[in-house]
Nanobody
Framework: QVQLVESGGGSVQAGGSLRLSCATT?????MGWFRQAPGKEREGVAS????????YYSDSVKGRFTITQDNAKNTIYLQMNSLKPEDTAMYYC?????????????????????WGQGIQVTVSS
């Protein structure tokens, strides 16, 4: 069983930055950040393969968000820069412990069995 604890959310003005953290209780192969705004579907934002640090981003955040990891702390981070009001959402950390080399999308939330409770990010204009 993997437990995930997110931290670092909050409110910021457009153009500002926030860093989210997600600490895990066990080793994983893949971890990702997802978000869901009210009335919208969940969106995969960024993912990292913990073994080789390969990263994946949605087009909506590419160039603005960066996902990184600290293996010694079993923690991943999401650095969010140049935030926009449309980035406002509940952000969730997710993890997958089974290795799967190909044939799946790292940004598909259905592929991740373990989820954190979520943390709110609000960007005002």
């Amino acid at each position: 069983q993997v437990q995930l604890v997110e931290s670092g959310g909050g409110s910021v003005q457009a153009g500002g930055s926030l860093r989210l953290s997600c600490a895990t209780t066990a080793s994983t192969y893949y971890m990702g950040w997802f978000r869901q705004a009210p009335g919208k579907e969940r969106e995969g934002v960024a993912s990292i393969s913990t073994g080789n640090s390969d990263t994946y981003y949605s087009d909506s955040v590419k160039g603005r968000f960066t996902i990184t990891q600290d293996n010694a702390k079993n923690t991943i981070y999401l650095q969010m820069n140049s935030l926009k009001p449309e980035d406002t959402a509940m952000y969730y950390c997710a993890a997958k412990q089974t290795m799967r080399v190909s044939g799946w999308s790292r940004l598909d939330g259905a592929e991740y069995p373990y989820w954190g409770q979520g943390i709110q990010v609000t960007v005002s204009s």
